[in-house]
């Protein structure tokens, strides 16, 4: 099988003339040395209980070595690690405290007013996506590991919401990666999981400005155009989340749409689900024209990410793990798994270090933890 490439898009352009070098690891701290991704990494012979281990072993690494050398939440490894790792501590044992301490570090000891920013005619609060990302994963581990509402994911969800926008989303704009800092009503989405996630927050919420945020959020992501056919299946997570916004007709068209991507060697390709200038304000031309010379650019391979996001989402609104659609799909998780416990993805995002590869390994290990597949 060629390579699956995978769109993580910047603005940023790197000159031929003044090449940077290339890394020697993906991660790396004392003690710890993860190598680069690659295409030509073997993949299993058999998915089993030792893969499983290695790709929690993944996990855990990348992430303490983000911890200890980067010390910032972002939406490649810390991001991924915390909003999807709790819920997987019944098969994987519970999640690393010392990625949660840098989490909690980041939340303010003081929520203030924040100050709306523009640039190009957009109007943004920057940080938005960080202070999404931090709360998410505070809200996760509250729910998956202690059972109950902490103080600092309190105050970070309180936070968060100060830098909502006035129509009621979080705008992305600022920073261009795919998957999740891609369109506004992705960003939105994940805020709506946060505040969902978190033990008895919403329920018990009485502050009259908080209540008026969420609903004002809850009314944008009801009535949203849609920007791509990414946002259009994205209605299945929010029907997972918030019911009440999203109709039957919308999440039978969202299925119908999301099932008829189905490749035949059972993945999926996140290409597939946008034009190439459809995913974010304002695309690089040097990127565009990048991606369109990709040898399978005319028609996207079947890639990680997406075929274990396709499956999440049927599975998040009960399609049976049995469903012929997902079965396939299971298959080509098991089959492309690395020997190293990674699900290997190509990125363009600085087109070196690969973290794709990271998010795409932490939707694995959900996608087949749904369909009790982490024995």
Not at 113 to 122: A, L, V, Y
Request: with cysteine; aromatic share 10%.
């Amino acid at each position: 099988m060629k390579s699956a490439y995978f769109l993580l898009l910047t603005t940023t352009v790197v000159f031929a003339a003044d090449p940077k070098p290339k890394p020697e690891f993906q991660y790396k701290t004392e003690g710890i040395q993860v190598s680069i991704p690659t295409v030509d990494e073997p993949r299993v012979k058999a998915f089993g209980p030792d893969t499983i281990k290695a790709a929690a072993k993944y996990l855990d690494d990348g992430a303490i070595c983000w911890v200890r050398e980067k010390t910032c939440v972002n939406c490649h490894t810390t991001g991924p690690y915390l909003s999807e790792r709790p819920a997987l501590s019944r098969q994987l044992g519970q999640p690393l405290e010392e990625v949660l301490a840098d989490f909690v570090k980041t939340v303010p000891a003081e929520v203030k007013p924040q100050k709306e920013t523009e640039k190009d005619g957009i109007k943004y609060y920057g940080g938005s996506w960080t202070s999404i990302w931090r709360s998410l994963g505070l809200a996760e581990w509250d729910k998956h590991v202690t059972g109950k509402l902490s103080a600092h994911t309190e105050r970070s969800l309180h936070e968060m919401l100060m830098r909502q926008s006035a129509n009621g989303s979080f705008v992305s704009y600022g920073e261009v990666e795919i998957p999740h800092i891609t369109t506004d009503f992705e960003l939105t989405l994940q805020a709506a999981r946060a505040v969902t996630a978190a033990p008895g927050w919403l329920s018990d919420l009485k502050d009259a400005e908080l209540l008026a945020r969420v609903e004002k959020m809850k009314s944008w992501l009801r009535t949203a155009e849609p920007k791509n056919d990414y946002d259009r299946i994205l209605r299945l997570q929010l029907a997972h989340y918030m019911p009440d916004l999203v109709p039957q007709t919308q999440r039978d068209a969202a299925l119908a749409l999301l099932s008829s991507k189905q490749h035949a060697d059972g993945g999926w390709s996140l290409r597939d689900m946008s034009a190439l200038s459809d995913w974010h304000f304002k695309m690089s031309d040097t990127v565009v024209k990048l991606v369109s010379g990709l040898p399978d650019a005319a028609k996207p391979e079947s890639d990680a990410y997406m075929t274990a996001f396709a499956v999440v989402l049927m599975r998040q609104n009960n399609i049976p793990a049995s469903d012929e659609r997902i079965q396939r799909a299971i298959t080509w998780l098991k089959r492309e798994q690395r020997v190293s416990g990674r699900w290997w993805m190509h990125s363009l995002y600085r087109g070196n270090y690969h973290y794709i590869t990271y998010i795409a390994t932490a939707q694995a290990l959900k996608a087949l933890a749904l369909c009790d597949e982490l024995h």
